[in-house]
Nanobody, 125 residues
């Protein structure tokens, strides 16, 4: 049983950067694969980035590859999403997710069994 809490969202202009954090509590997430998903108003939740339990493997949606970087610090029980060169189409609620069932990075929403409450990211043009 683990709780995930996102932070770091806000309002920025296009081209600027933002760093999201996902703090886990209750137990260690060092054995969990972790991911970031986002959901814009009126749209379904979509995959953004994922990282394996050790941080050795990562995966990104094509729309963010080269701009976003997922990382983790298992000693701090925290996952990060560095977002550079933000675009208006990045505007969404961003969710941190984890799976206790796999240590491999996954792009599939249904494989994650722990979710944070979300943090709003708004990018103006």
């Amino acid at each position: 049983q683990v709780q995930l809490v996102e932070s770091g969202g806000g309002l920025v202009q296009a081209g600027e950067s933002l760093r999201l954090s996902c703090a886990a509590s209750g137990r260690t997430i060092r054995n969990y694969a972790m991911g970031w998903f986002r959901q814009a108003p009126g749209k379904e939740r979509e995959f953004v980035a994922a990282i394996s339990w050790s941080g050795g493997s990562t995966d990104y949606a094509d729309s963010v590859k080269g701009r976003f970087t997922i990382s983790r610090d298992n000693d701090k029980n925290t996952v990060y999403l560095q977002m550079n060169n933000l675009k208006p189409e990045d505007t969404a609620v961003y969710y941190c997710a984890g799976t206790s069932y796999s240590g491999s990075a996954s792009v599939f929403l249904y494989e994650y069994n722990y979710w944070g409450q979300g943090t709003q990211v708004t990018v103006s043009s």
